[in-house]
């Protein structure tokens, strides 16, 4: 019976945790402006948890129940401190303490001030999306820095001193003023496509880590449309991560190896992910502001009309690239705009869009640059010896890859 009442108990503090645990962090953070000691509190209170639940029973609240538990925790850690600013935090909190009638009340729910927090520019640019997934989804250091391909100890390191520097910046849990929140909104939304595309790159298809990192990329995007509903370039991004995702189980063939997107076959796309996908386009398209994440979204949206007439919108994915190079000057977009002119007015044609930005110093060692290249020379009857032995030895391991992959979005 001991066993059934601690498991439970187990299933219950899990269940609260994935439900709860990044709002739970961010109400404690964003009145202590401590993201640390909030985490450590809140450590504690699911300690506590599975020590109690078992024997007093599963409360009927366990959100309100953890929330009080680490209140009294980060009470009991000033105390040990004892130092004057923290006696007077302390009776800040005692007055917030959650009595048997204020724990039936909903606790607000700070993610998105926290998620803007993590995203401030004060926070290195590298760091904000693991710091998400730290604060937010709970992931521990060695699973990010797994995820990341980031020493453990480096990555500890890394967010300390982005939770310290939160800290002693003092930077607010709030939404930026209407003038900042489109620069600000850009950094979260960033962080939230760099946790999906570290899972969706898994160049094997096998690494568990990753492939759940994608899943938590779409958990996060998802949260933003409900908690700002009416951004366009929120519901673009949430888009087109679900476009992705819908093709996972056609991305590799029997034996592992990679398929293009012209050659997947559309049976094997996930149909409700993708009409998912179309439904946020749709509403996003409503909203009157274009963005890059829209237009990305678009271009998916451009090939999978492939499952109903054979074949992908290469007029429009071309109309959108031309967009996205306007908007980005991504040397990425622009190859992937010289591949779609080549579907439509040959691979000269496109041969002479890469040309155009081959002078440009990022694409020196880029090898998606000269896989395209050598696909498109191979396509025009020349000779991939007319780039030499670069083009050669850069193309050779997935130039056919290369050619129809539409996937890269990040600027670079």
């Known amino acids: 019976m001991i066993g059934t009442e601690a498991a439970a108990a187990a299933a219950a503090a899990e269940t609260t945790a994935r439900r709860s645990y990044g709002k739970l962090v961010a109400y404690l953070a964003a009145r202590t402006r401590d993201v640390a000691a909030a985490e450590d509190a809140l450590s504690a209170a699911f300690e506590s948890a599975l020590r109690d639940w078992p024997a007093q029973g ?7 129940w953890l929330m009080t538990a680490a209140k009294r925790s980060l009470i009991d850690a000033a105390r040990r401190r004892k130092t004057h600013d923290d006696a007077a935090f302390d009776l800040l909190l005692f007055t917030d303490i959650a009595t048997d009638a204020d724990a039936q009340r909903a606790i607000p729910d700070d993610r998105l001030l926290l998620m ?39 990555m500890g390191q890394r967010l300390v001193r982005a939770k310290a520097k939160i800290k ?37 298809g096998t690494e568990a880590r990753r492939r759940n990192l994608a899943d938590e990329g779409i958990w996060l995007g998802e949260l ?26 056609a991305r590799r063939d029997a034996e592992g190896g990679y398929v293009p997107l ?66 980005t000057g ?19 044609a496109g041969l002479a869009a890469l040309d155009a930005i081959g002078s440009d110093a990022r694409l020196r060692d880029y090898q998606p640059y000269w896989a395209a290249r050598a696909g498109l020379l191979a396509r025009s009857g020349a000779a991939v010896a007319a780039d030499g032995a670069r083009c050669a030895s850069l193309a050779a391991p997935s130039a056919r890859g290369a050619i129809t992959v539409i996937s890269r979005w990040r600027s670079r």
């Open 58 to 64: 599963v409360p009927h609240s366990p959100e309100a």
């Open 330 to 348: 991504s040397p990425v977009v622009a190859i992937n705009r010289a591949v779609a002119i080549a579907e439509i007015q040959g691979a000269a």
């Open 262 to 327: 012209a050659e997947q076959d559309p049976t094997l796309w996930d149909a409700r992910l993708i009409d998912a996908a179309e439904a946020l386009l749709l509403r996003a398209s409503k909203l009157g502001t274009i963005g890059r994440y829209q237009l990305e979204a678009a271009v998916q949206s451009a090939h999978v009309i492939r499952r109903r007439t054979g074949h992908a919108d290469w007029a429009a994915i071309a109309q959108l690239y031309d967009a996205l190079a306007l908007m």
């Open 168 to 204: 002693r910046a003092g930077i607010p849990f709030r939404l930026p003023e209407h003038d900042d929140l489109a620069g600000r909104l850009d950094a979260v939304l960033e962080a939230i496509y760099a946790t999906f595309t570290e899972g969706w790159s898994d160049p094997a």
């Open 224 to 249: 933003v449309t409900v908690l700002m509903p009416d951004e366009p370039e929120a519901l673009g991004l949430l888009s087109l991560m679900l476009h992705a995702q819908a093709r996972r189980a």
């Open 116 to 154: 803007f927090a993590c995203a401030h520019p004060a926070i290195e640019a590298s760091v904000r999306a693991p710091l998400m997934l730290q604060t937010i989804l709970g992931f521990d250091a060695a699973a990010i820095a797994s995820a990341f391909l980031v020493a453990p100890a480096a």
